[in-house]
């Protein structure tokens, strides 16, 4: 009976991690394809970056949610020190608050990049209207205090919506 016991439990466990192992295999294709907005399917397009490939050892500096007028011109002033550059992810609002932080940030090299006007999460409770406005407003401010136009762009939090 004891052995009986213990067959019974390897073949459990053996069926448990087949189907783990199957469901880890088909997870991704399921995900995809049921969720359009998870990483994978948007990479696959090129519509999303979270990465880009290369030969050689990089690492890419971002800095969101500024300028912060405490915070952001310690930022520069290292990455001065170390001749380093970095993309800064930048609110409209905040920006309207300390254009002169954007313009340093703009004649030290560093690329400026748009990260919305509020910072207010762009989920299903914005129409596509008011997801435009946040985006445009920020190209326009950041326009209007560097000449520079924004060419990328984060989403609060991550979040998306692919319409």
């Known amino acids: 009976m004891k052995n009986l016991n213990i067959r019974a439990s390897k073949l459990l466990f053996v069926r448990s991690v087949v189907i783990v192992c199957l469901l880890v295999a088909v997870m991704p294709v399921m995900l995809v394809q049921a969720a359009p907005n998870v990483r994978y399917y948007y990479e696959s397009r090129g519509d999303v ?23 952001t011109p310690r930022i520069l002033d290292l990455l001065k020190k170390y001749d380093a550059k970095a993309t800064f ?10 254009p002169d932080i954007l313009r340093r940030a703009a004649a030290e090299g560093h690329e400026l990049a748009n990260h919305t006007f509020t910072h207010r999460m762009l ?26 136009r924004a060419r990328l762009f984060r989403p609060p939090g991550g979040l998306f919506n692919p319409e």
């Open 49 to 71: 970056v979270w990465e880009a490939p290369s030969k050689e050892k990089q690492v890419a500096l971002t800095f969101d949610d500024g300028p912060d007028p405490t915070d």
């Open 123 to 148: 989920d299903s409770s914005f129409t596509a209207e008011q997801i435009r406005k946040e985006i445009v407003d920020t190209q326009e401010t950041i326009f209007a205090a560097t000449g520079v």
């Open 89 to 98: 992810f930048v609110m409209g609002r905040k920006a309207e608050e300390h």
